[in-house]
């Protein structure tokens, strides 16, 4: 999802008109999965029931599974899109920001349990966008199922949204289509772009009991979408924000 924000600035500083960004990952490379295997992020205890393994952010979640896939945007800037009477466009990106978190004692195998670095992506890219969180309508958030990871994840959103967060529906992919790696990303500003598109949130899924401040299982459903919040956590410490924008009519 990075490339997202990086595109972005290239576009802004006038040295692309357009770009195509995100991300392709294979999981179930022997190697990869060996990894993800030895830090104990995949889940062991759901064989007999795959299409509720992965949980995120619920208080039974325990670790995710290894996804194949990806997703590849076309970010284009405004003026060239209006120049050629562009409109089919999903949406638009206006607010980007990403951080760090460091864990020293857990070599970054494990986030910053309070969450700074989300809170200071997320913050970031609403600052970008000129907008607060009480504008949020909908996150698409990394959500893996490992719960170190959506704890610390929660804990920035608690920070950002405060008692709002129990009414912003906070959709998890994952719990569909498994940890993608750098493809996820991609995914996840796919999905985003579409629900505005046909203003229509995602349904939540494996969320029977959610976590302290997150909502819980949900359909999909039609809904008024003005501005998107994605954001995704790299497995070391890399936090990435975007805000979508539903296109003026």
């Known amino acids: 999802?990075?490339?997202?924000g990086e595109s972005l600035r290239v576009i802004q500083r006038g040295s692309a008109d357009l770009c195509f960004c995100g991300g392709a990952d294979c999981k179930m490379n022997p190697m990869v999965?060996?990894?993800?295997?030895?830090?104990?992020?995949?889940?062991?205890?759901?064989?007999?029931?795959p299409a509720s393994?992965?949980?995120?952010?619920?208080?039974?979640a325990?670790?995710?599974?290894?996804?194949?896939?990806?997703?590849?945007?076309?970010?284009?800037?405004?003026?060239t899109y209006q120049a050629r009477g562009g409109d089919s466009a999903y949406a638009q990106v206006v607010g980007f920001g990403?951080?760090?978190s460091v864990n020293r004692e857990k070599r970054n195998l494990e986030p910053d349990t309070e969450g700074r670095a989300v809170v200071t992506s997320v913050n970031s890219a609403l600052r970008d966008a000129g907008i607060g969180p009480d504008e949020i309508d909908l996150v698409i958030g990394f959500g893996c199922g490992v719960p170190v990871w959506d704890n610390a994840e929660a804990a920035g959103y608690r920070q950002v949204f405060g008692d709002r967060l129990k009414d912003v529906p906070v959709v998890a992919l994952r719990a569909l289509v498994g940890n993608c790696g750098a493809g996820g990303g991609g995914i996840d500003v796919a999905i985003a772009a579409k629900a505005l598109k046909e203003q229509k949130v995602p349904a939540?899924?494996?969320?029977?009991?959610?976590?302290?401040?997150?909502?819980?299982?949900?359909?999909?459903?039609?809904a008024e979408l003005g501005h998107v919040l994605v954001f995704n956590m790299g497995l070391g410490g890399q936090n990435t924000a975007l805000i979508l924008k539903k296109m003026d009519s």
């Open 1 to 4: 999802m990075l490339s997202v």
């Open 33 to 49: 999965y060996l990894r993800q295997y030895l830090t104990g992020r995949l889940i062991e205890s759901s064989n007999d029931d």
């Open 53 to 60: 393994a992965v949980r995120p952010f619920d208080t039974g």
């Open 62 to 79: 325990d670790g995710t599974v290894a996804g194949d896939g990806g997703g590849i945007v076309m970010l284009e800037a405004m003026d």
């Open 98 to 100: 990403a951080a760090q």
């Open 204 to 222: 939540i899924v494996n969320r029977d009991k959610p976590i302290e401040g997150m909502s819980g299982n949900a359909p999909a459903r039609d």
